[in-house]
């Protein structure tokens, strides 16, 4: 793209500016996998930033957490595969707020 963009006449800041408004890069950051500056993704500098809360959100302190947002998931699954009213029933009621 950049080099589309180059070759269409565009300067090299402007390519930089377009790529980055265009990018998914910007909508993406790499998986936290614990608590370290390469999050054990890599043994080299990660290319994307990394999000701020990587220190305290991450795969390995939500596998120490039994409230983590891993383990509630694993127990609605499991609700949901062994309770027949998830299945088969019906909600009502009105939503929140």
Excluded: H
């Excluded at 990394?50 to 694993?74: I, K, P, R």
């Amino acid at each position: 793209m950049f080099a589309a963009l180059r070759a269409a006449g565009a300067i090299p800041m402007t390519c930089w500016a377009i790529l980055a408004s265009k990018s998914r890069d910007n909508s993406r950051k790499p998986m936290q996998w614990d608590n370290g500056k390469t999050l054990v993704f890599t043994q080299g500098e990660p290319w994307i930033n990394l999000c701020n809360n990587y220190a305290n959100v991450n795969v390995a302190a939500a596998l120490s957490d039994e409230n983590s947002v891993l383990y509630t998931y694993q127990k609605l699954i499991a609700l949901r595969k062994t309770t027949a009213c998830t299945d088969l029933g019906r909600l009502s009621g009105s939503p929140p707020g």
